[in-house]
């Protein structure tokens, strides 16, 4: 199980939605380079779009439906935890995404300190 993969089970996610396979595959394009927040929709979801054939909105849309199961299953309290942050409700998708790829990052960069 890779750190990402792990990092959504915590956070509540499940695999049986589509947006769970888009939104790793979104943090992980973050992780590579981090600057692609500032155009999520160019450099993130439309490769990711053209890789499995549907409209980039179709990504944004599964990644929805993912994170509003997770925030149900206990994703609001982590999400809460690792940003420091209080949601009155969930966030929007690109800040999800933002959260749980530099929660990672940091994470990693910690592990390297070590």
Same mark, same amino acid.
């Given at each position: 199980?890779?750190?990402?993969?792990?990092? @959504?089970? !915590?956070?509540?996610?499940?695999?049986?939605? %589509?947006? +769970? *396979?888009?939104?790793?595959? $979104? /943090? &992980?394009?973050?992780?590579?380079?981090?600057?692609?927040?500032?155009? @999520?929709? !160019?450099?993130?979801?439309?490769?990711?779009? %053209?890789? +499995? *054939?549907?409209?980039?909105? $179709? /990504? &944004?849309?599964?990644?929805?439906?993912?994170?509003?199961?997770?925030?149900?299953?206990?994703?609001?309290?982590?999400?809460?935890?690792?940003?420091?942050?209080?949601?009155?409700?969930?966030?929007?998708?690109?800040?999800?995404?933002?959260?749980?790829?530099?929660?990672?990052?940091?994470?990693?960069?910690?592990?390297?300190?070590?």
């Amino acid at each position: 199980m890779t750190k990402t993969e792990l990092l @959504l089970k !915590k956070a509540g996610f499940s695999k049986r939605y %589509q947006g +769970y *396979r888009y939104l790793m595959e $979104c /943090i &992980e394009k973050i992780l590579e380079d981090d600057s692609r927040l500032c155009a @999520l929709s !160019k450099q993130v979801y439309l490769p990711i779009s %053209q890789k +499995y *054939r549907v409209s980039f909105r $179709c /990504i &944004e849309r599964d990644i929805r439906t993912a994170r509003d199961y997770a925030w149900h299953r206990g994703g609001k309290n982590f999400l809460e935890q690792i940003s420091g942050g209080i949601y009155a409700e969930a966030p929007p998708v690109g800040e999800l995404i933002e959260i749980l790829a530099l929660h990672l990052k940091e994470s990693e960069d910690l592990e390297d300190a070590a």
